[in-house]
């Protein structure tokens, strides 16, 4: 019962660090979709690599900017399994 517990756990914590991971990219790409989006309707260009572009270069910001928190929340993480499968063989 304990070792499904910590699976559980272990499973709930990787779908928040996921979402913390995820989160900014997905958030800053939708914004930028929209307002291309809102651009595109209001100017009736409908070229499909205007939305491709600034979304590519939104990504990357985010990525320069949050990137190495973003990897910190990783490592972390994977020390934390690490540890934890340590822990199960040696019990």
Do not use: R, Y
């Given at each position: 019962m304990?070792?499904s517990?910590?699976l559980f756990?272990?499973?709930?914590?990787?779908?928040?660090?996921?979402a913390l991971?995820v989160?900014?990219i997905?958030l800053a790409?939708?914004?930028v979709g929209?307002?291309?989006?809102?651009?595109q309707a209001?100017?009736?260009?409908?070229e499909?690599?205007?939305?491709?572009?600034?979304?590519l270069?939104v990504?990357?910001?985010?990525l320069?900017?949050?990137?190495?928190?973003m990897?910190?929340l990783?490592?972390?993480f994977?020390e934390?399994?690490?540890?934890?499968i340590?822990?199960?063989?040696?019990a």
């Amino acid at each position: 019962m304990d070792q499904s517990a910590n699976l559980f756990a272990l499973v709930d914590q990787a779908l928040w660090i996921t979402a913390l991971v995820v989160g900014p990219i997905l958030l800053a790409t939708l914004a930028v979709g929209l307002v291309v989006g809102v651009v595109q309707a209001a100017t009736s260009i409908q070229e499909q690599t205007l939305t491709f572009v600034p979304k590519l270069a939104v990504v990357a910001v985010v990525l320069v900017v949050l990137g190495a928190s973003m990897m910190g929340l990783i490592v972390d993480f994977t020390e934390e399994i690490f540890a934890q499968i340590a822990g199960i063989s040696a019990a």
